[in-house]
């Protein structure tokens, strides 16, 4: 008879070796390699010809047809989906343990429960009673949601070719197991043969699947890194738990863009979406104080105004301090090194604290010029006018370079308020005139600072 064997999976690529090795061949990750017993057991039917000549279909003889997209009612998630949920499709949600994954998801089965729309909710880690107390918090629910706490996939499976759901939800598919797979639940082998198996299920009979997935230390979903390539979406809930914002960011999407987010807000009945994010972020802005300059960034298809704040002091040290809270570290050195080379600014010995208010993360590079009006403005102790904002890329030269869908921002920030706009030269010459906003085109660095501070 066969024997069980031991097999070394790879956590962040899915390689297989048959030793344990410090570092994998195949992605040369580091301590990836994780031990997994795999039944040797050969599965005893064979393909015949006909199966074969079945399974192959010429690609003009296929008919392809719009499916509708259903609606989540929360017009956020619906941004980021790229305009609702495909029947078929498999969709990944990972985030921070207490983020709000749960809670996003009930709230989904609660809205499309009252259109009619037949729901399964399986959850592997909160028994009937724990969520019931959750969805009162949320509010009525429909008739049409069902719940089950199970964590076998044979039950679940037979559950959903019986009653036909048109959505499922998984919560978590760390907690579900295949009676195939000779592991425990949570290891690489059942992730990936679990996910396996919902995929098809999918597929097969067209539902569409929401799977719940915990993140590791490094905020990546746990489990083999095959898992996001095997569903059709993947979405990442961002932000401090402690916090009342949270972003929902799509990393990977077959039917939509990946430049979109959602921003919520958690609120003791569930999350809120929030319909100005950049409201939202300029609240609680200080009036008349030194390094403090309003800047555009696009997600997606979508401005968002954000300030950007830095402090600069004289350093008590030998080395100066350098930190960046809410954009790239490096980011801010080089933009630093431009100043002093092309300004003649002695910030040498100078301390620099530069971060991006309300604790949001923007890397898009048209935040360069905000951050170099902060860091002078607070250099020199100078205000900027609060009705003031920019936005463009520097390069090391110093110059100002054109940003994508200047007009979508600069339409953004009058509708704020805002009656100045600084922006890169080439862009200001591809615009039309905006009644109500003065629009200051600038080439380089030195004519942004000689106007703002």
Not at 124 to 149: H, M, V, Y
């Amino acid at each position: 008879m066969a024997k069980d064997k031991i097999i070394f999976y790879c956590q962040s690529c899915g390689a297989e070796s048959t030793k344990w090795m410090g570092q994998c061949p195949s992605c040369k990750e580091w301590n990836t390699l994780v031990e997994e017993l795999v039944s040797s057991k050969k599965s005893a039917h064979k393909v015949s010809r006909q199966e074969i000549k079945a399974k192959v279909t010429k690609l003009k003889d296929i008919e392809t047809a719009d499916k509708e997209r259903m609606t989540t009612h929360i017009a956020e998630l619906d941004r980021v989906l790229g305009g609702g949920v495909v029947p078929g499709s498999m969709i990944l949600v990972g985030g921070d343990p207490g983020i709000g994954k749960s809670t996003l998801l009930l709230q989904v089965c609660r809205n499309l429960s009252e259109s009619g729309k037949n729901i399964l909710y399986v959850s592997g880690e909160e028994s009937l009673q724990q969520i019931k107390i959750r969805a009162e918090r949320i509010g009525e629910f429909g008739d049409t949601l069902s719940l089950l706490c199970e964590t076998n996939l044979d039950v679940i499976g037979e559950i959903v070719r019986r009653d036909l759901p048109q959505i499922v939800v998984i919560d978590s598919i760390q907690t579900m197991y295949n009676e195939n797979v000779a592991s425990a639940p949570g290891s690489v082998s059942q992730v990936r043969e679990s996910t396996g198996s919902l995929l098809q299920m999918a597929k097969g009979l067209g539902i569409a699947i929401f799977v719940i997935g915990h993140v590791t230390k490094e905020g990546v979903v746990a489990g083999p890194r095959v898992l996001e390539h095997m569903v059709d979406t993947v979405l990442y809930f961002e932000g401090d738990r402690h916090a009342a914002y949270r972003i929902l960011r799509g990393v990977k999407n077959r039917f939509g863009s990946t430049n979109e987010i959602g921003v919520f807000e958690m609120r003791s009945f569930g999350l809120e979406e929030v319909k100005n994010p950049s409201e939202f972020m300029l609240g609680g802005k200080p009036e008349g104080a030194s390094g403090s300059v309003v800047a555009c960034s696009m997600e997606g298809s979508r401005p968002i105004l954000l300030e950007v704040q830095a402090l600069v002091c004289r350093t008590n040290f030998g080395m100066p301090r350098r930190t960046a809270a809410g954009t790239d570290y490096n980011r801010v050195n080089l933009l630093m090194a431009v100043l002093e080379k092309r300004m003649g600014f002695q910030l040498g010995n100078c301390d620099a604290y530069v971060n991006i208010a309300g604790g949001i993360r923007m890397n898009e590079p048209a935040i360069d010029l905000g951050i170099i009006l902060a860091l002078v403005s607070s250099y020199k102790n100078r205000p900027i006018d609060e009705h003031m904002i920019c936005f463009g890329e520097v390069g090391l030269s110093g110059e100002v370079r054109a940003v994508n869908m200047a007009e979508q921002r600069v339409l953004e920030a009058k509708k704020l308020g805002f009656t100045v706009c600084i922006l890169p030269e080439v862009s200001k010459s591809a615009l039309p005139d905006i009644d109500g906003i003065r629009l200051i085109g600038v080439k380089n660095v030195k004519d942004a600072v000689s106007f703002a501070v």
